[in-house]
């Protein structure tokens, strides 16, 4: 599904476009090459896909960890006010406007 939202965009409407040859990797040739070795696994035996899900679960769940540990120090280094604000949408402004619209609402 990823991988038609791409070719979508940045293939058939050109609303966006790769400005260097590691977004065609990134955007086409990665999601296309893991969604066929995914379908492939469904081969496996049932152990297998099993414990597969689970290596994928767990890698998925430590790289969020991660990036929320990193956010958290990020925000504390740099003494922002809102610390996690890559969970804000693109509707509330920028980091600083939602910083002074939280000292406002204090």
Known sequence: MILFYFIYHYGWTHER??????????YYVVP????????ASLQLQSSL???LALVLLSTGFSLCGAELFLQ???????KLELPLHWLT?????????????????K
């Open 72 to 78: 958290i120090l990020d925000s504390r280094v740099f």
């Open 17 to 26: 476009y790769f400005t260097t040859p590691v977004g065609v990797w990134a």
């Open 89 to 105: 949408f693109p509707s509330y402004g920028t980091v600083e406007a939602v910083g002074e619209r939280l000292k406002a609402a």
């Open 32 to 39: 296309a090459v893991s969604a066929g070795l995914l379908f």
């Open 49 to 51: 896909r099993i414990k």
